[in-house]
């Protein structure tokens, strides 16, 4: 029997249960993000405060531009990247005989955010690499790369102010127009450099995953790539956007290998909990982790096949363990732009390339799709190639 509440340290358990983890994650639940999230500095944006006031003021002026009547407007600026990024790892596979899914995907999501956030792309798809850009560094550089995001919101509110009929649209337009709002450049960049921590890997990541199990099973591909055939070459967001077993293949994508799978660590309220029928003491380390509540085999029977048909009429369980973008007000503000991206590119690759496959060469295997887990998901080989041709 799996035990849904395991001691993992001293202060700290993990609870599987899903019940226990909607409780965990609801509206004034009282189970607070704990230290884990605080950052370096201890500057605060919305994805790691721990303080509820901060964050649901920051959630109320942020979460209007998230919305799919908001992302609409920026649809072309997304749909603009997916192309060159289909387009680029087309012409790779050309000229070296394969290419790699999760450069590109992940250079797809990194420019896309860039662009939304400051309304000019980081331009990496045409450099094929992060390398020659000042994003290179991340882990070691994380002052040069405020400067440089700093810069870049500084240029973008200057033209807004001077032109803010012919600017470009971006997460913050509405926001910087409205004065009352309150956000300072400051606070922007801060807000931005989230976006992009949040927003790249996650998106590039799972995306990878998706095409790599498609690619695994030839009846998934072949339905999906027959479903494609009903829309346009030049798809849009409303051909594919309820494409029933693209759907499907993106849910399946996201419960089997969501690309934030980790501990989502809380801090038992002053009051105690009693969680899947085990107290716990004020001030306990409460972690869920989308891993496990997606193997569930009584909401997902046989957890870890990759079947998108199971999606097709989803039971109350298996909506209740969903949690790919956590759940409840600290949930991912980044869903609906994170579904977009996912189901255009999904849909422009497999429309492009029906007969993609996973490719073998330079040693290329299963081997290198294990999954390393930290609080997100990597590929263990750190690419995925796939043929194109
Ligand atoms: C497939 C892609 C994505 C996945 C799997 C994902 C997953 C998640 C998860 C699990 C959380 C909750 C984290 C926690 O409780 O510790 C979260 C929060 C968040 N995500 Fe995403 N995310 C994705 C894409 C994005 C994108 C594209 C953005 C771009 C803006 C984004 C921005 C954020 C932010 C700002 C938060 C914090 C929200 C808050 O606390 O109010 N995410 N995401």
Redesign the pocket.
Known sequence: MVRPVVRIAPNEVDVSDRDAAREIHRARGGFL?SSF?TTAGKVQS??STTDPTF?SNR?RLLGPC?TEASLSSLEPVILERVRLAVRKLGDESKTTGSADVLKWWTLL?MDI?GELSFGDSFHLLEYGKASSCPLSHVAHARQRIFAYNKERVARYMQLVGTNPDITKNTLFTSLLKDASSGLTEFDLTVEAQ??IT??TD??GV?LTYLVYAVCQDKKIQDTLVRELQSVPDDLTHRDVRDLPYLNCVVEEA?RRY???PGC?PRVVPSEGATLAGQHLRSGTIVSTQ?YSVHRDPEAFPNPEGFDPSRWENPSKKMKDAF????TG??????IH??RM??RLAAALFFRTFPNARISTKDGMSDSDMEENISFLLMPKGHRCLVEVG
Request: include cysteine; charge should be positive.
């Open positions: 993000k999230y919305l994805f964050h959630r998230f999501a955010i989230s976006y949040a927003g996650t998106t799972t996201l969501g690309a934030a989502l989308a949690m790919a973008f956590g007000p600290r949930g991912c503000i980044g732009l994170a991206e996912l």
